[in-house]
């Protein structure tokens, strides 16, 4: 499967609240499941078959928090338009990276 024709796995609130709505005024059944760790337990390739890494920028209050708990973060944290960002290369798949949709 092509990267393109992919798409992330997470829904918007929105969406859901929506459909839920149309589905209660037509009294329809709904089921849901859940796949408890799919995502959690899968491993990511260290390279795809091109050398490229998964990498994931991390921005916001989460990169204070890192440094807070590790101090050994502030090595690697750039600045990005008067911003504080992390990379990190993946080594397991997170719910709503595309690799993520690509695995599961």
Not at 35 to 40: E, H, L
Not at 74 to 91: A, F, G, L
Request: hydrophobic share 40%.
């Amino acid at each position: 499967m092509v990267q393109e024709q992919l798409s992330s796995p997470t829904v918007m609130t929105e969406s859901i609240l929506i459909t839920s709505i149309i589905e209660a005024k037509e009294n329809r059944d709904v089921a849901t499941c859940e796949i408890p760790d799919t995502s959690i337990q899968t491993e990511v390739k260290k390279q795809d078959e091109d050398g490229h890494y998964t990498i994931m920028k991390i921005w916001g209050p989460l990169v204070e928090i890192l440094c807070e708990m590790d101090p050994n973060y502030e090595q690697i944290v750039v600045n990005e338009n008067n911003r504080q960002v992390i990379y990190v290369h993946i080594i397991k798949a997170l719910y709503g990276l595309m690799i993520s949709a690509m695995l599961f």
